[in-house]
């Protein structure tokens, strides 16, 4: 390592560590706050070192955190550090900024399911609890609003999109802040010139199709035969599976929409996924998994991968 990458790697290690300190003195409260801060410092070191080099800076703020704040902060603060780590090393390697928004998005997946999955208990999140609670509080407000449930409306299902929804939102919001913030800094600070704007779509491979679609069965097989055990990974997984069919539906339907140039197109998307959130959600469920498996999209619009959308 040169003088240059060590003092600027102490650098990093160093504001990471007062971010660490600020989180602490403030007793948790504002690590929600702070971390999507954390991922910053490790992402400007990234994007100009070597990997290798990228690597021992994230593993020395690692072991720096477990030093400096409680063990469940510390975990959770390393999938923070993790995800700061690969989007520097995308910035290295030329990524384009199709591929940095997915690798954004999929290391806070990761972090999500980590931290409200795996570890859920470890972190205070009663995934269980709060699935029940919603149920509860959506069948209290029918019944005080005196609403009849029309037959074949699966409450306990919109209960879980709901669940899912809170989930997937926190997902993006922190997944873009961290995305264009990072590439805001690392252009003020002409660490690097980003890549160019990619013309592709994101089309989701047929292999990753199969995995996201494996990960949608074992929760409802959970809860068909009323077993609690592993419920909250299978949760977990649900969700992340999900999210990547959908996001794969999401880009069909936006060629789609300049394809054929259809008026209020997003207007119309939105309202059916108010109105009726459980057949939406089986509508892009559908869809996605139809344009990775027979290539809907090449098929129905004669659209090329490397075609300009």
Not at 195 to 218: D, G, Y
Not at 232 to 255: C, D
Request: with cysteine; aromatic share 14%; glycine share 4%.
């Amino acid at each position: 390592m040169s003088t240059r990458s060590i003092t600027q790697g102490a650098l990093t290690i160093a504001l990471t560590a007062v971010l660490l300190l600020i989180a602490r003195q403030f007793a948790t409260v504002l690590d929600v706050f702070i971390a999507w801060l954390i991922p910053l410092p490790l992402v400007m070191y990234g994007a100009r070192f070597k990997p290798s080099q990228a690597w021992v800076v994230f593993f020395s703020t690692v072991i720096l955190s477990f030093l400096i704040v409680p063990l469940p902060s510390a975990l959770y603060f390393m999938f923070y550090f993790l995800h700061g780590t690969l989007f520097g090393l995308g910035l290295h390697l030329k990524w384009t900024r199709q591929q940095l928004f997915i690798s954004s998005m999929g290391s806070m997946l990761l972090v999500t399911l980590f931290s409200v999955g795996l570890f859920a208990n470890l972190f205070g999140y009663d995934l269980i609890g709060e699935y029940q609670l919603i149920l509860s509080q959506v069948n209290a407000i029918l019944s005080s609003s005196g609403m009849n449930i029309p037959a074949g409306v699966d409450i306990a299902r919109i209960a879980l999109i709901s669940m899912i929804a809170s989930y997937v939102l926190v997902v993006i919001t922190e997944g873009w802040f961290v995305y264009l913030i990072a590439l805001i800094l690392v252009t003020r600070f002409k660490i690097m010139e980003l890549p160019p704007k990619s013309t592709q779509r994101f089309q989701l491979p047929q292999w990753a199709a199969a995995i996201a679609l494996l990960c949608l069965i074992p929760y409802p097989y959970l809860v068909a035969t009323k077993s609690e055990t592993l419920l909250i990974p299978a949760i977990a997984l649900y969700v992340s599976g999900v999210m990547l069919i959908v996001y794969n539906a999401l880009n069909f339907v936006i060629i789609l929409k300049r394809t054929y140039k259809i008026k209020y197109f997003y207007l119309i998307l939105i309202l059916l996924l108010l109105l009726i959130p459980s057949i939406w959600l089986d509508i892009m469920l559908i869809v996605g998994l139809l344009d990775s498996f027979v290539h809907l999209r090449q098929r129905w619009l004669g659209v090329n991968h490397d075609r300009k959308t």
